[in-house]
């Protein structure tokens, strides 16, 4: 039986549990898998055809007549490669992808906090979890094509550290018809060789049971491969034996109570063997009622689902571009093969030829410049050879596959100006924003859903570092990352900066979102460089005009939208240099000071030399005489230092604001 309140500290509670209810559970969750498999197969045999299409791959044709021209237009290929082009800028903001938002009233601790979190956050994607930003890279070509991805965020225990995954919807198996993602059950279908899995066992995360192998390697299709990409596939000899695992995140009733709870099932998928199983919630997200029972638990999620258009049909699938312009791009390629084949018809021209007619035998063919003899006058062969009438290629044909291209760049926004050319010489500057701002509008909206999903992602990264990140790792990026001061949006703050210093706080506390979000930088209502800098431009005109702004945080977001490097270094502004009167004060002053204390120190001497040559009763004189010399001395000092201060202040008060 399992115990609730301990069981998220398990590494494997397989171990606490029977054969046979192991033996239970593994088949329980193969055949809810395979259900859920079953229910999104059309969904699947459509992804596959748009992967296919879109990576061009060749395949031979027998009709009309064998290896018939079977070109592909890359429609949908073009669809990706520019939504990749704009996507990836436009969504991973340089240098500082994540930005730390506070919550409620701001104040000059929220905004240490929120930097200090700014900061570690964006150098761990660029740099600690170091592929993430590969991961990124591939999911935003993948998810135009099928327009369903998923990022798998979780601590990995033989890293040490946060991981990312990509995981293709092939690999990720979801009820089609599931109502709420975050409550439904998900298969996660993982290989893994011979090493990795003796790894796990070693380290205590899977049972030391023996697993099948699965045939031809890590899922090798041994099938239509081999006929369409050319190669043959590679056998065990050659690859590594692989395991077929699932990694079932679904709902199991383990303590007896009549409430299932939140567990991850690792099982073999061949031989429904459970290797591991874990809970999948924390101690805080466990709700109980007054009496002391499991109310509810919040489970928690490891896979974020980026979705490009969302699916009519369904709640957790989506559309891609491959969904939207399939059958434009599949007629697109059957007017583009008809045109070849007619073109070929024509030019390698093919008939009937009369028995009289006194010809070598088998194909004829001729040179260029070449002519044949024959037993035959010319009259003769003109009755006796009819060529098979062949039309031209249709202009109809032409301009129907003008209109299917034009039709599928409405639907992906891929026009001339949208792919860099010259609009024209005579159309204002003006227009072609107003142009360009109406062909994106398609995007925003998908920017907007992919922005959510990216929030998503991150608020998970942030609770992995809130329960495993080490404070000797969080002070030292710090140490290195952080400047003296950092802009302010605080009013309370007059000169638009506050001072950071990278010691404070610790990682437990500056993750404990409760009054902070963590979303991209990146603006999804933004796309284009052109869009950014108009943006920070009208910043810059508010400023001019002496509207009530910050201007110090106004340079930080023109800086980011010209995409400079180092931002934060370039607005640590070095101390400023005196003007010449002050200049002159100083000086002024530290001359009495050095008279001050020259007449001093000959008063010391004078009084050294007296007590020397004297005796008796004048030392109680002399030491008033010293004591009243410092007072003096600390007097004009202090006089000195008062009229310094004043000088400043007085002058930083008639220095103009910027």
């Known amino acids: 039986m399992i115990d609730i309140a301990t069981a998220h500290t398990s590494l494997n509670l397989a171990e606490d549990l029977t054969d046979d209810e192991l033996w239970n559970i593994g088949r329980e969750a193969c055949e809810a898998a395979d259900a859920d498999d079953q229910s999104r197969q059309s969904w699947i045999d ?95 070509f993948v998810l135009p094509i099928v327009g369903l991805a998923y990022k798998k965020t979780f601590y990995c225990e033989l890293k040490g550290r946060d991981a990312s995954e990509l995981v293709l919807p092939s690999e990720l198996i979801v009820n089609y018809f599931a109502t709420d993602y975050d409550r439904a059950s998900l298969t996660h279908i993982r290989y893994m060789d011979a090493n990795e899995l003796i790894e796990h066992q070693r380290m205590g995360y899977f049972l030391d049971i023996d697993l099948e192998e699965i045939d031809g390697g890590k899922g090798i299709d041994t099938g239509s491969r081999d006929d369409t990409q050319g190669f043959t596939p590679p056998t065990n000899a050659e690859y590594d034996e692989a395991y077929k695992l699932y990694e079932r995140h679904g709902w199991w009733d383990l303590d007896g109570d009549g409430y299932k709870e939140p567990y991850i099932v690792t099982l073999d998928s061949k031989s429904k063997k459970v290797v591991r199983i874990v809970a999948r919630w924390k101690e805080k997200d466990i709700q109980y009622n007054e009496e002391g029972q499991v109310a509810r638990i919040k489970p928690t999620q490891y896979f974020t689902p980026y979705q490009l258009v969302p699916d009519p049909n369904s709640a957790v699938y989506a559309l891609g571009f491959g969904s939207l312009l399939g059958s434009t791009n599949e007629a697109v390629n059957t007017i583009l093969n008809q045109l070849i084949d007619a073109g070929t018809l024509s030019n390698l021209q093919s008939g009937f030829i009369g028995r009289g007619v006194k010809l070598p035998g088998g194909a004829t063919r001729f040179k260029p410049g070449e002519w044949k003899l024959v037993n035959s006058t010319g009259d003769d062969i003109r009755k006796a050879v009819f060529p098979m009438p062949v039309r031209e290629p249709s202009g109809t044909l032409l301009s129907l596959l003008q209109l299917l291209l034009d039709a599928g760049q409405q639907v992906t926004s891929v026009s001339d100006m949208m792919m860099g050319e010259n609009p024209g010489q005579n159309q204002k500057a ?154 002159q004060f100083e000086l002024e002053v530290a001359k009495e000071r050095r008279e001050l204390w020259n007449s001093f120190h000959d008063n010391i001497k004078k009084v050294a030399e007296a007590e020397a040559a004297e005796e008796g009763t004048q030392l109680n004189a002399y030491t008033t005489f010293v004591k009243d010399q410092l007072a003096v001395a600390g007097l004009e000092r202090d006089l000195a230092n008062d009229k310094a201060a004043a000088a400043q202040a007085a002058a930083k008060a008639t220095k103009p604001t910027p």
């Open 46 to 140: 459509d992804h596959e055809e748009y992967l296919k299409l879109a990576a061009q791959v060749r395949e031979s044709k027998g009709t009309p007549w064998q290896n018939a021209s079977n070109v592909k237009y890359p429609l949908l290929t073009l669809a990706a490669v520019h939504f990749h082009a704009r996507a990836m800028p436009g969504l991973i903001n340089g240098e500082r992808p994540v930005f730390a938002k506070v919550n409620g009233r701001a104040n000059p601790e929220k905004e240490k906090r929120a930097s200090r979190v700014s900061t570690f956050m964006s150098y761990q994607v660029n740099s600690l979890t170091s592929e993430w930003m590969d991961v990124m890279d591939r999911l935003l």
């Open 430 to 583: 003006t227009t072609t924003m107003a142009v360009l701002e109406q062909g994106l509008s398609v995007f925003k909206g998908i920017y907007r859903r992919i922005h959510r999903s990216l929030t998503r992602e991150l608020r998970l990264i942030a609770d992995l570092n809130f329960e495993y990140l080490e404070e000797e790792l969080y002070k030292s990026v710090l140490d290195d990352s952080l400047p003296g001061k950092i802009p302010s949006a605080n009013a309370e703050s007059p000169d638009g900066m506050i001072e950071q210093s990278p010691n404070e706080g610790s990682a437990k506390e500056d993750f404990d979102l409760s009054d902070m979000d963590i979303t991209p930088t990146s603006d999804p209502s933004i796309i284009t460089d052109a869009q950014r800098l108009a943006k920070a431009q009208s910043l810059m005109e508010k400023m001019a005009m002496g509207l009530p702004v910050n201007p110090m945080v106004i340079t930080k977001r023109v800086l980011e939208a010209e995409q400079q490097e180092n931002v934060e270094e370039l607005m640590t502004l070095p101390p400023p240099r005196p003007s010449l009167e002050e200049q």
